[in-house]
C-alpha cells in the first residue's frame, strides 16, 4: 500500500511562489514515476510534472521554466517549486505515484492553489 498526502497550497498573488509537498509512505520502492497534477474547475486534469525514479523529468509548457519537480535522497517525499505564479494556475494540485508495470496509480488528496490577479 501507497499513501500520499499533498501540503503547501494556499492563496497567492499572481507573481508570487509556492512549494508543495507530497510525502509518500508504505510501500514506496516500488513506484516508477512520480508528477504533480491538476484540475481547475470546469477542466480536465492535466499534468504539470512528472519525475522519474532514475531523476528524469518532464513539465508542462505552462509551467516550464518556472516550476521545479524534485525528491529527497530518500525517494520519500516530492516537492514542486512554482515561481511567477500566474491565475491561471489556480486549480487542485494532485500527486500521484505510478508502478508501471502493473499499471497501479497512486493519488493523494490535493492541495488547492489559488492565485489572484
Known amino acids: 500500500q501507497v499513501q500520499l498526502v499533498e501540503s503547501g497550497g494556499g492563496l497567492v498573488q499572481a507573481g508570487g511562489s509556492l512549494r508543495l509537498s507530497c510525502a509518500a509512505s508504505?510501500?514506496?520502492?516500488?513506484?516508477?514515476?512520480m508528477g504533480w497534477y491538476r484540475q481547475a474547475p470546469g477542466k480536465q486534469r492535466e499534468m504539470v510534472a512528472i519525475?522519474?525514479?532514475?531523476?528524469?523529468?518532464n513539465y508542462a509548457d505552462s509551467v516550464r521554466g518556472r516550476s521545479t519537480i524534485s525528491m529527497d535522497n530518500a525517494k520519500s517525499t516530492v516537492y514542486l517549486q512554482m515561481n511567477s505564479l500566474k491565475p491561471e494556475d489556480t486549480a487542485v494540485y494532485y500527486c500521484?505515484?505510478?508502478?508501471?508495470?502493473?499499471?497501479?496509480?497512486?493519488w493523494g488528496q490535493g492541495t488547492q492553489v489559488t492565485v489572484s490577479s
Open positions: 519525475i522519474t525514479s532514475g531523476g528524469s523529468t
Open positions: 500521484n505515484g505510478e508502478i508501471s508495470a502493473w499499471r497501479i496509480n497512486f
Open positions: 508504505g510501500s514506496t520502492g516500488t513506484i516508477d514515476v
